[in-house]
């Protein structure tokens, strides 16, 4: 019974330390979108020289991945009509 304790401690650790991890992650993304000296600072981390015009094509693909790292999606044409369909047969 001793040893539960620790174990359930750890495991909530590890998932609040991932949504803490993930929640600034997003964070600094989304600065970097808005900021390009913050941009072209990471990428002279990495080791990348960025002239102006791979820094635009840099920030327009980080807006491009912007709904798939917040969780949106955007909905294509197909699934909606699959769901007018299926809502035109259910009142059939």
Known sequence: MSYV??????????????AIGVFYLK???SKMQNDPQML???????GYNLNGKQMQRAQQMMK????????????SRI???RNVDLIERRRR
């Open 79 to 81: 699934k909606d009509t």
């Open 64 to 75: 491009n991945q912007a709904p798939a790292m917040t969780g949106k999606k955007k909905r």
């Open 40 to 46: 072209q600072k990471m990428a002279k981390q990495m």
């Open 27 to 29: 964070n600094q993304l």
């Open 5 to 18: 304790i620790p174990i359930i401690t750890l495991i909530v650790g590890l998932i609040g330390g991932f």
